[in-house]
């Protein structure tokens, strides 16, 4: 029979499969000030994310006018430097206050903080016996 203690000095720590990235990082939290602005800038980049798609969306809808000469237009990069030009839009209109779904996503995610960090602060210590 083979001793597992002896394969290599990589100590064993068991982790559960359900275990997630997620997990670890709730079970060591860091400060408030950095878990607020993680929340704050995931909140602005999902929103600028979010406009820019739309902005993209409403220019390759509206961009181009009925009955319009497409060739003269026919530029080999023009859809990639318009999906550039949108999402640089997007992120420009975010960090000028945006339209408000930075500000609620972020309300929600604190919330959801808090109730998880009070959760925590709750549960009684397990009895061994």
Request: proline content about 0%.
């Given at each position: 029979m083979s001793n597992v203690s002896t394969f290599g000095s990589i100590p064993f720590s068991p982790i559960s499969p359900?275990?997630?990235q997620a997990d670890k990082v709730l079970q060591h939290p860091g400060s408030a000030a950095t878990e607020n602005s993680k929340?704050?800038?995931s909140a602005k980049d999902f929103e600028s994310i979010l406009l820019g798609s739309w902005l993209q969306q409403a220019e390759q809808s509206f961009g181009t006018l009925p009955g319009?000469?497409?060739d003269g237009d026919a530029d080999a990069g023009k859809e990639q430097f318009a999906g550039m030009a949108m999402q640089?839009?997007?992120t420009s209109m975010t960090a000028a206050g945006g339209i408000g779904i930075a500000k609620m996503i972020s309300?929600?995610?604190h919330k959801a903080a808090d109730?998880?960090?009070a959760g925590v602060a709750r549960t009684p210590p397990a009895h061994t016996e």
């Open positions: 359900l275990t997630t929340i704050e800038k319009g000469d497409d640089s839009l997007g309300k929600q995610l109730v998880e960090a």
